[in-house]
């Protein structure tokens, strides 16, 4: 136990067995500090070490939690960084990392990061990205189109946002050519544009398509390329 205005410090190894409580009331000066003065690549480390015989998955291998008092002076979790096993199997070792936070009073899981993949919305993502806000329900993306995947029970979607006088784009790219093709929205001519080959090859207005024109001035109006 120590006390007094002096913090205690430790140079080298130190093991400490049972509960360690920091308290401070100086606002300005962190609780704990790591410094590691060699001057060499190594950095300061904090191990979290679970070594019980009987490893299992789901087990949980270390967490941070984060406590403050609400309004009504109740001391309330209100968000947590969580590694738990996935996988104990020797060879097969798989972790996941989950970031809760608090969400109209109750824990929300608002990030994970699990085999190679990362979820918002959900402790268990099928893609490298997975953004879920609700059960789309016995559905997974196709092998060919997983590296994104956003997923709803309503109206999932995705937004391009931009000032009036800008273009938002979606583009397409191979390793000869980054912009090989695209498709682009312009607000201040009303147009939305197809692009493959690098030009444009199809345009859409608010009443018009125009398939080799960018200014069609009919329903559908095709022109050929001059010979």
Avoid: W
């Amino acid at each position: 136990t120590h006390s007094g205005l002096a913090a205690p410090t430790f140079t080298g190894a130190a093991t400490f067995t049972g509960d360690i409580a920091l308290a401070s009331a100086t606002a300005s000066k962190p609780l704990l500090s790591l410094e590691n003065t060699n001057a060499d690549g190594t950095s300061a480390e904090i191990k979290f070490i679970k070594n019980g015989g009987d490893a299992g998955t789901g087990d949980d291998v270390g967490k941070i939690s984060f406590y403050q008092d609400d309004a009504d002076g109740n001391a309330l979790n209100f968000a947590n960084i969580i590694v738990y096993s996935s996988n104990v199997v020797d060879g097969s070792e798989e972790s996941q990392m989950s970031f809760t936070t608090r969400a109209s009073g109750a824990e929300a899981v608002p990030l994970v990061l699990k085999g190679g993949n990362v979820g918002i919305g959900t402790t268990n993502p099928d893609s490298t990205l997975h953004v879920h806000t609700a059960t789309a329900g016995s559905i997974t993306a196709p092998s060919t189109a997983d590296d994104l995947v956003i997923e709803g029970s309503t109206t999932p979607g995705v937004s391009i946002l931009m000032p009036n006088n800008g273009v938002g784009r979606y583009g397409f790219g191979v390793v000869e050519d980054n912009d090989r093709a695209y498709m682009s929205y312009s607000h201040d001519v009303e147009k939305m544009f197809f692009g493959v080959g690098g030009a444009d090859r199809m345009t859409l207005t608010a009443g018009n398509l125009g398939i080799g024109t960018t200014a069609p001035v009919g329903l559908l109006h095709l022109k050929a390329a001059s010979p």
